[in-house]
């Protein structure tokens, strides 16, 4: 072997372009065709040479250009997954149930993330388009007057979930939760506890968080009680918004006696600014929010929550996608939505909350 072109243990040669196996067939003195066959694992190489070829191979640290491969089947086995936020770990945890399952059927995932930038989120599915993904699953954070690249996604005839979050004027199949009745289940719930002055802190624009609020003042009217003015504040989960909204609920003469909050991440900044305001939760006021994100449970006030199964959401999602392309046919069941558990911890009742306080709500399909 000419030593300019000697092959090194990291996936280069020594002039630094990737390791090919055109190099391990070269390397070991036999035809490319067979180095390709010994990786692919056909029967008609020898058992000694494909151990041959692949010890070779992780030797030098070869890694398989798929690229190809997509060119020539078009077929990537790659599926696009577009999130607003990876803080939150409701998404964090619903991506893992999508990994879980395109694991198991030679699929990967390719994740980018929005931060609830309409146009960002436009770029990120620009880009997994060029990449040539064969579907993607999107929790969007568009308005109504950015829908224009779903129609794009349309005439690619490009399959594609909506997760989390619906948008209504966007034809697709969906799968998340019921989002109207989290808003009652919880808001309910704090009414079970004797609250009457009872505040909503809402979340940003989107599906969950217009039903969230719907199902608040539903609950809050047909108990009787007006929604007050100022009593839905927020709009956002940053706590440059979440923040004022609480200091401004506080600082009422009639200030809430419990709030509702969008999710998890709002409850906890709702919980720090009510600490530092010298109250207590939920003797003062109560709090709940929707997630059960992994820390809500070790606060230094438990959080009463809404669980949404974001793992099962996301394998839901994955498997609802792989059919679509399976079958080459869209399913004809277009919304699935997944059972949601109310969690009672000590936020909404105190150290009377028992695992007792279980509740659930809502149906697999429809």
């Not at 879980?100 to 960002?120: H, M, P, W």
């Not at 989120?121 to 620009?126: G, P, S």
């Amino acid at each position: 072997m000419n030593p300019s072109t000697k092959l090194l243990p990291m996936g280069v040669d020594q002039i630094g372009r990737p390791v090919t196996m055109a190099d391990i067939a070269r390397d070991l003195g036999i035809s490319k065709v067979a180095v390709s066959k010994a990786l692919a694992g056909h029967n008609d190489i020898s058992q000694a040479t494909r151990e041959r070829v692949a010890q070779r191979a992780r030797e030098v640290g070869y890694v398989a250009n798929t690229t190809w491969r997509t060119l020539r089947f078009q077929r990537s086995h790659l599926i696009g997954v577009v999130v607003p936020s990876v803080i939150d770990s409701f998404f964090s945890e619903m991506l893992e149930g999508v990994s879980n399952f395109l694991d198991r059927t030679g699929y990967q995932a390719i994740l980018t993330v929005s931060s609830e930038k309409a146009e960002r989120e436009v770029r990120e599915i620009q880009t997994l388009m060029s990449r040539q993904v064969e579907g993607l699953i999107i929790a969007s954070c568009q308005r109504h007057d950015g829908l224009g690249i779903f129609e794009r996604i349309r005439k690619r005839a490009l399959p594609f979930v909506m997760a989390d979050r619906q948008i209504e004027k966007v034809e697709s199949c969906f799968v998340g939760v019921d989002n109207f009745a989290v808003g009652k289940l919880v808001t309910e719930h704090l009414l079970g506890c004797g609250r009457r002055r009872i505040a909503h802190l809402c979340g940003p624009e989107t599906s969950p968080g217009i039903l969230r609020a719907r199902g608040y003042e539903d609950a809050m009217k047909a108990a009787g009680f007006e929604v007050r003015s100022g009593y839905v504040a927020g709009g956002g989960e940053t706590r440059e918004v979440v923040a004022p909204a609480v200091r401004s609920l506080l600082k009422r003469l009639d200030r809430p006696d419990a709030i509702f909050a969008y999710n998890d991440l709002t409850a906890v900044e709702a919980l720090r600014v009510i600490a530092a305001a010298g109250l207590r939760v939920p003797d003062d006021i109560a709090l709940a929010g929707v997630g059960n994100n992994r820390y809500s449970d070790v606060l230094a006030s438990p959080l009463t929550t809404v669980d949404q199964a974001p793992q099962l959401m996301g394998e839901r999602v994955a498997k609802l996608l792989l059919k679509w392309l399976t079958t080459r046919q869209e399913p004809e069941v277009r919304e699935f939505l997944l059972p949601v558990r109310l969690i009672v911890r000590e936020s909404s009742v105190g150290k009377h909350a028992t695992m007792e306080n279980h509740f659930e709500t809502g149906a697999l399909a429809r």
